[in-house]
Antibody, heavy 117, light 112 residues
Framework: QVQLVQSGAEVKKPGASVKVSCKASGYTFTSYDINWVRQATGQGLEWMGWMNPNSGNTGYAQKFQGRVTMTRNTSISTAYMELSSLRSEDTAVYYC??????????WGQGTTVTVSS | DIVMTQTPLSSPVTLGQPASISCRSSQSLVHSDGNTYLSWLQQRPGQPPRLLIYKISNRFSGVPDRFSGSGAGTDFTLKISRVEAEDVGVYYCTQATQFPWTFGQGTKVEIK
């Protein structure tokens, strides 16, 4: 079945970087965009950006420009999201989601990132 | 950025009764290609979001037909014809017409 499996929880200090992985299976990885969405505890959803796994093209929300980098390794059908200069406000669950304008139709299980000194 | 505003933020519903959630966007969601990229997501407690409806009114694969979407331009509605226990959760509208994609604040559906 189509699924996205994300890497495990991370605890980071302020100023550090975190890299979350998202491994795709059950479909052709390079055929569908991967989006990244985050959710602070008890809060709503926030779209961070997208990546085309075939071309590597990306688009980031302005809020994260300069701090976020989305990459992929097509040989292992895995997408990555790296967020740098972490601050406490970045504490959240980070999701990858397959899809495009028509909808994000498959979601990873989420990766909890905690930023604390 | 396009602001998505949902009402109500909380909706206590009796099992078997209907529920309705409204979503309003700060500008038209009609894309230059003629499509309107308005989707609805369901997030059950402790789960990732799940796609229910895309392009206003299209049910995603496996979504029960008690869920329906409607609307146009800036005003959209998600309806659940008869709420079941498994429908408890938070529902989000989301637009993908213009970057950055944005979400409504979420509407919590709970059983009375």
């Amino acid at each position: 079945q189509v699924q996205l499996v994300q890497s495990g929880a991370e605890v980071k200090k302020p100023g550090a970087s975190v890299k979350v992985s998202c491994k795709a299976s059950g479909y052709t990885f390079t055929s569908y965009d991967i989006n990244w969405v985050r959710q602070a505890t008890g809060q709503g959803l926030e779209w961070m950006g997208w990546m085309n796994p075939n071309s590597g093209n990306t688009g980031y929300a302005q809020k994260f420009q300069g701090r976020v980098t989305m990459t992929r390794n097509t040989s292992i059908s895995t997408a990555y999201m790296e967020l740098s200069s972490l601050r406490s406000e970045d504490t959240a669950v980070y999701y990858c989601a397959k899809g495009n304008r028509y909808g994000m139709d498959v979601w990873g299980q989420g990766t909890t990132v905690t930023v604390s000194s | 950025d396009i602001v998505m505003t949902q009402t109500p933020l909380s909706s206590p519903v009796t099992l078997g009764q209907p529920a309705s959630i409204s979503c309003r966007s700060s500008q038209s969601l009609v894309h230059s290609d003629g499509n309107t990229y308005l989707s609805w997501l369901q997030q059950r407690p402790g789960q990732p979001p799940r796609l229910l409806i895309y392009k206003i009114s299209n049910r995603f694969s496996g979504v029960p037909d008690r869920f329906s979407g409607s609307g146009a331009g800036t005003d959209f509605t998600l309806k659940i014809s008869r709420v079941e226990a498994e429908d408890v959760g938070v529902y989000y509208c989301t637009q993908a017409t213009q970057f950055p994609w944005t979400f409504g604040q979420g509407t919590k559906v709970e059983i009375k």
